[in-house]
């Protein structure tokens, strides 16, 4: 109904109603948990992706490929004859780059580089490192490639977040689903390095464009006590795509299948965005509000809801918004204009880098502990479910602050731990190294949440884009944590986790508390009264 249809003291009692316009389509209906299961399939699509560089480029034995004549050896027979020895890690180990020049007649034999090579395929049928021998020489065009992936997270999360905040949720979740299709399917088929590691670039581009615009865009649109089942359902979708990745991979133990797989499930998502308009509190935020009221009466529909006086509703809300921030469109600087949202651009960044660190260095490293690379993940899966349970519980029943703070401690403590732990008790390592891995994986469920609780809506995909080009650099560093392990001292990369996550403990404690609090719409929700009133409630 529209407002002429009541009388004027009516319709004003009824817009003082709703404070917020989650207030008008219900906090969690249908239509809301419509976009959850969407979220399923996104969340999904962002773990197989994430997290498939290991079975592409699996760790496998090679060695100089055998010319026809000595075809009749086995490889072991090829080896001793032809092989030079060398001695790594205080082995006595044959050579796989260099071979005894066999064609000359000499005492003395001399070696040369290896021209071809031959791949173990007792686990894997086929890598990329296979297909392109990236080996000897080439070794670190395997690596740079792995991180293309992760240089597009980078990038995208630059511009990400600016074009959501300005342009809309929908044009960028669009954007990123086709390119990520398109990206994905010339992965599989390139026929050059080069156009792999580029397409895996791009990949990263669409994936991080719908994947960090679409979870921003279901929390604008669900009610605060809510939010805890968003990220709940996140952490299990994500899980259950890290666990159909490694029975993917343990069945067809081929790259190309495995890469078609992670390539397909955008598809299903293009299919579902018929069901996702754009963001109505971004469309309120923006002034947009013919456009934000056809968009809410399509909602309210969709939740079974009635109300009288719409029209004027939505203007009042818009009112509201224009008289705390009467410019609505926001960059990058307005992250550093109001102390409260100082205080959280410069923590919360930081927390991202540390903690994507420690998991991504457990997880793209999953021989770090030794042992099979299917079962290690497996496990990781495992205790992921395990850790969404834990999830629901905990966040429904403590702070956010408080849960943040207790895992970052527990984290850096655990970590610390494991350099004490004796040379003959290699199974407590174990133990030990998998608990930090659970417990990084609550750690960062919950600081995805939290961060987008912390931003406003105007610069909410700006402050996480922010977040996530921070965690790039985690995530960039952590391969390395084996090789600094390796070539330095096995104790070393723990002690600076240890020391980093303590530190980032202690560092949560000026931030805000979000529980049950209204998501804040404009920048001058943040100023130093309001910022100091907020922390002392925590």
């Known amino acids: 109904m529209k407002g002429h249809d009541i009388e004027p003291n009516e319709l004003q009692q009824e817009t003082k109603k709703y404070e917020d316009f989650i207030d008008l389509i219900g906090g969690f209906r249908k239509w809301q948990k419509m976009l959850t299961l969407i979220l399923v399939c996104t969340c999904f699509t962002s773990a197989i992706n994430n997290m498939n560089w290991p079975f592409l480029a699996p760790r496998i034995d090679y060695w100089c490929a055998r010319p026809p004549k000595y075809f009749n050896l086995s490889v072991e027979e090829w080896k001793n004859i032809s092989a030079p020895t060398e001695i790594k890690k205080g082995k006595t180990v044959h050579s796989q780059c260099q071979v005894y020049d066999l064609d000359r007649k000499s005492e003395n034999l001399s070696k040369i580089p290896c021209s071809s090579w031959e791949y173990d395929h007792s686990v894997f049928k086929s890598s990329i490192i296979g297909k392109w021998n990236l080996v000897c020489d080439d070794y670190w065009m395997a690596s740079f490639s792995g991180s293309s992936y992760f240089m597009g997270l980078f990038v995208s999360a630059l511009i990400i977040g600016q074009l959501s905040d300005r342009y809309g949720r929908r044009p960028v979740i669009m954007f990123g689903i086709i390119l990520h299709i398109l990206s994905g399917l010339l992965c599989t088929i390139s026929p050059f390095y080069w156009m792999f590691t580029a397409c895996r670039f791009l990949t990263a581009v669409g994936k991080n464009a719908f994947g960090l615009a679409y979870f921003v865009y279901v929390l604008e649109v669900v009610g605060p006590n809510y939010r805890e089942n968003v990220f709940v359902v996140a952490c299990l979708s994500y899980t259950t795509g890290m666990l159909s990745l490694v029975a993917v991979s343990w069945l067809v133990k081929d790259w190309f299948y495995i890469q078609l797989y992670c390539s397909l499930p955008p598809f299903v998502l293009l299919l579902l965005t018929r069901f996702i308009p754009e963001s109505p509190r971004w469309l309120l935020a923006q002034g947009k509000l013919h456009k934000a009221e056809k968009v809410i009466e399509r909602i309210m529909k969709t939740n079974k809801i009635q109300i009288i006086g719409l029209t004027e509703i939505i203007a009042e809300l818009h009112f509201k918004i224009k008289l705390d921030d009467k410019k609505t ?210």
């Open 329 to 538: 469109r926001r960059n990058f600087l307005d992250l550093f204009k109001k102390r409260g949202l100082r205080k959280i651009t410069f923590i919360t960044p930081i927390m991202w880098l540390i903690i994507k660190f420690n998991l991504y260095a457990l997880s793209l490293n999953p021989d770090i502990a030794g042992g099979n690379i299917f079962i290690l993940f497996s496990i990781f899966c495992l205790l992921n479910y395990f850790a969404c349970g834990v999830l629901y519980i905990i966040l429904h029943r403590f702070n956010r602050k408080r849960i943040e703070i207790f895992l970052c401690i527990l984290n850096g403590i655990l970590s610390l731990l494991i350099i004490a732990v004796p040379q003959e008790y290699p199974w407590l390592r174990v133990v030990f190294i998998v608990s930090c891995r659970f417990f990084t994986s609550l750690a960062s469920a919950t600081l995805t949440g939290f961060t987008t609780e912390l931003f406003p809506t105007v610069v909410r995909s700006v402050g996480l884009g922010l977040c996530s080009t921070f965690s790039r650099f985690g995530i960039v560093l952590a391969p390395f944590m084996k090789d600094l392990s390796v070539k330095v001292d096995w104790k070393l990369p723990f002690i600076i986790v240890g020391v980093l996550m303590i530190i980032t403990g202690f560092g949560v404690i000026p931030l805000p508390e979000t529980k049950n609090t209204r998501l804040k719409d404009t920048i001058q929700h943040y100023s130093k009264k309001s910022a100091k009133e907020e922390t002392s409630l925590c």
